[in-house]
């Protein structure tokens, strides 16, 4: 089959959205490209058949192409990771505003990268740490870290240990598992797909908070930074967990739909 047939066919399982975005990322063509290839034959299509084939059945389309995107960057993405989600580029916004390029910076919960490989790529001379428990998401956490020879230092452990790196850090940041354990089973289909350990926070969402307020905010230096991604009704909760622990100057960012995405706060000098 050449290229254009393979569009055609993919178009007749999918959107056109989809099956261009198939087209570029396996085969790197995209509208131009077809249109100057079209007839050409491809030396195999079984990536792409397969990849329709799954997207078809429901998979994320991330996991169908293996690929996905964010703040411009590519990053590698499998069943065992959740899906980068432009929300955490509230997160990663707020961070950048308080760098200047020599702090000390801990991404928890870091899962493929995203957060640690952008402000390590942005920031090098700044020292990145990235922890991350389960081995799925670890090994693409390794391979997003060395696909942008981004320079992080990797923790292969849990955060409620938090004795799994020494010393202080200038800021914190972290987007945890925050969906109450009783509402997952009712999320959307391709939610159903992402791995529940990096999805569920516990009865009440709030589970990976309490561990970062008790056991990471006394790692944070005085004067350092605390931010961190939140459910759109977390905000409060959240901000009564960080004030217990003598962080002040609290405030609550909103993402591009108006919803509470982001609490950041500083520690008490």
Request: a negative charge; proline letters at 3%.
């Amino acid at each position: 089959m050449t290229y254009h047939e393979l569009y055609v066919y993919a178009k007749s399982r999918l959107s056109d959205y989809e099956a261009m975005c198939l087209m570029e990322d396996i085969f790197g063509i995209d509208r131009l490209g077809l249109a100057i290839h079209g007839s050409d034959i491809p030396e195999s299509g079984i990536e792409f058949m397969t990849a329709i084939e799954k997207r078809f059945s429901g998979m994320p389309l991330q996991y169908a192409t293996g690929k996905a995107y964010f703040m411009g960057r590519q990053y590698f993405v499998g069943e065992g990771v959740l899906i980068p989600r432009d929300d955490t580029e509230v997160a990663v916004d707020e961070c950048i505003k308080f760098m200047t390029g020599n702090e000390r910076v801990i991404d928890l919960c870091s899962g493929s990268g995203i957060i640690a490989v952008t402000l390590a790529k942005e920031f090098p001379k700044s020292e990145i740490y990235a922890v991350e428990l389960e081995s799925g998401a670890y090994e693409y956490l390794e391979m997003n870290v060395k696909y942008h020879n981004a320079n992080v230092k990797l923790i292969h452990d849990s955060i409620f240990n938090e004795n799994c790196v020494d010393g202080k850090f200038d800021i914190i940041i972290s987007n945890p598992p925050y969906i109450r354990t009783d509402i997952i089973p009712d999320l959307q289909n391709e939610v159903q797909y992402e791995p529940k350990t990096a999805l569920d926070g516990g009865n009440d969402g709030l589970d990976f908070y309490r561990c970062i307020a008790e056991k990471w905010i006394p790692k944070l230096k005085k004067g350092g930074k605390i931010i961190l991604e939140i459910g759109e009704e977390q905000a409060k909760d959240v901000s009564k967990l960080l004030e217990m622990q003598r962080i002040t100057q609290i405030c609550v960012v909103k993402d591009i739909q108006e919803l509470d995405r982001v609490v950041f706060g500083t520690m008490k000098k």
